[in-house]
């Protein structure tokens, strides 16, 4: 019998309070509320193993949401004294222990975890999935994917599993907007590493995202009635501070508006040219 995966038992007894499964020196109770109509001795059963509230190992039909050596996405149902308790699915919520905890949860957010075993002998979720990423991705660069960060790093950046399942990094110097653990982000493929992880990038190539870019500055300098109070000499910290933007990305989308003729450049000011 393997805790935390389905697998196929065979009836060994039936009770008032439901059929024991196994053999006659290892077995486990599958509740009377869970057992199909008809079964008997002798007959197979797929069901997942799991602890109940009393900590008994307890059989389930019920299909989880993720099991060992499995990735998933799951939703904090609640969090209390020990960590936060996910919904998978099963009536016994899922703890996810705050020293597994890539990032603090509350109720209502969404993380992707894995199943391990505690010391206890009980299953427990872990945001520390780095060790079950694979690296043999079909990705290659310039490709467009879609994954859940799963670790933010001050030193290296956004930590990311595509398709919930591949190895992949948004490097700090990509990191020109917010990013919280459990968010998912459609990203480009900016390089495949010797090693089969992926670098990532949330911004088109340089000459498709300096026209979205310049459309953004024009839509905040209308906000502020037509003038922007600094120019594309300016810190680049005031420059990431307004529009997210590194100061280069800045300078392209300001350079295309000054060509357009959409723009005036004073010493200290950017300024918007009126229409006709």
Not at 94 to 105: D, S
Not at 127 to 150: A, C, F, I, N
Not at 154 to 182: C, M, T, W
Not at 193 to 203: A, I, N, P, Q, V
Request: hydrophobic letters at 40%; charged letters at 30%.
């Amino acid at each position: 019998m393997e805790l935390g995966k389905r697998q196929m038992l065979m009836v060994v007894k039936k009770v008032d309070f439901g059929v024991y499964l196994g053999r006659e020196d290892e077995k486990v109770l599958l509740p009377k509320k869970q057992v199909p109509a008809g079964i008997e001795p002798g007959d197979p059963l797929e069901v997942f193993l799991y602890k109940d509230s009393d900590d008994r190992l307890i059989a389930t039909t019920t299909v989880p949401k993720i099991q060992l050596g499995e990735l998933a996405v799951l939703t904090v149902a609640e969090v209390g004294r020990f960590g936060a308790f996910l919904d998978w699915g099963l009536e016994k919520d899922l703890l996810l222990p705050f020293k597994e905890q890539t990032a603090k949860v509350k109720k209502g957010d969404s993380c992707l975890v894995s199943l391990y075993i505690d010391k206890s002998s009980r299953l427990c979720a872990t945001m520390r999935v780095y060790p079950l990423l694979k690296t043999d991705s079909p990705y290659h660069k310039e490709d467009q994917v879609t994954g859940t960060v799963y670790e933010i790093s001050d030193r290296f950046g956004a930590f990311v599993a595509v398709d919930n399942q591949y190895s992949a990094l948004i490097p700090k110097k990509e990191l020109f907007q917010p990013l919280h653990v459990g968010e998912t982000v459609h990203a480009r493929v900016t390089a495949v590493k010797e090693d089969g992880k992926l670098d990532l990038s949330l911004r088109e190539k340089a000459f498709l995202q300096m026209d979205a870019d310049a459309q953004m500055i024009v839509k905040r300098m209308e906000a502020r009635g037509g003038v922007l109070p600094f120019t594309d000499k300016a810190e680049p910290e005031v420059i990431q501070k307004e529009f997210g933007l590194s100061k280069a990305a800045f300078k392209r989308a300001v350079g295309r508006l000054l060509k357009e003729g959409r723009i005036e450049i004073g010493t200290n000011r950017i300024t918007l040219r009126k229409k006709g």
